[in-house]
């Protein structure tokens, strides 16, 4: 795999050199995806981006692909997302509150709905920070406590191994997302 990042984000043009570079053999195209650097205005803010930023980040990369690799479909892992990219924005503690864990779980199902063939939280166990918080699904200073986040993985290991088309009359940017699964012929889920 090839790590880049989203080829619009301002690094230098890294992200469309990487696929220009290695896009006829690379097996992955690799990014890291994170929310915020500094803490949004509010929860709602935070938790309406999900629906919103996925989709272009996805469309980003696979327009460079189209540019930068002759139009090959390479698969798209993100091996770090999290609320924050830097924990020492987080002044508030987000990263340790069911809000990160709602992020978390409506990130996780747009990086399935936009096909994301690998998605892995940054991190597992990661030790509090000065300021109180934490990236981590497990509290490492606290005998492996488990943070809000952790439970976004029981659930989504309940939807099944189908993700089906679902609608809503809620807006997913302002209000309620909604994914629904197929655990077995006779078995549907809601998320």
């Not at 938790?47 to 919103?52: G, V």
Request: net charge negative.
């Amino acid at each position: 795999g090839a790590v880049g990042v989203t080829p619009s984000s301002d690094y230098n043009n890294w992200g469309n050199e990487v696929i220009a570079a290695a896009g006829a053999t690379m097996d992955f195209y690799d990014i890291h995806e994170y929310g915020y650097f500094n803490a949004p205005a509010g929860y709602a803010e935070a938790l309406a981006q999900p629906p919103s930023r996925w989709p272009t980040t996805l469309n980003d990369v696979r327009s460079a692909f189209t540019t930068q690799a002759g139009g090959r479909a390479i698969p798209i892992g993100v091996t770090e997302y999290n609320l924050f990219s830097g924990q020492d924005n987080d002044n508030q503690q987000w990263m340790t509150r069911a809000v990160n864990a709602l992020y978390l779980a409506d990130s996780l199902g747009q990086m399935i709905q936009q096909g994301v063939v690998m998605a892995n939280q940054w991190a597992l166990a990661n030790g509090r920070a000065g300021n109180g918080t934490e990236y981590g699904l497990l509290h490492e200073d606290n005998n492996y406590y488990r943070s809000p986040q952790y439970y976004v993985y029981t659930l989504w290991s309940h939807v099944g191994s189908q993700l089906l088309p679902v609608t809503s009359s809620f807006n997913a940017a302002s209000q309620l997302s909604v994914y629904g699964g197929r655990v077995d012929a006779n078995t549907f889920t809601l998320l």
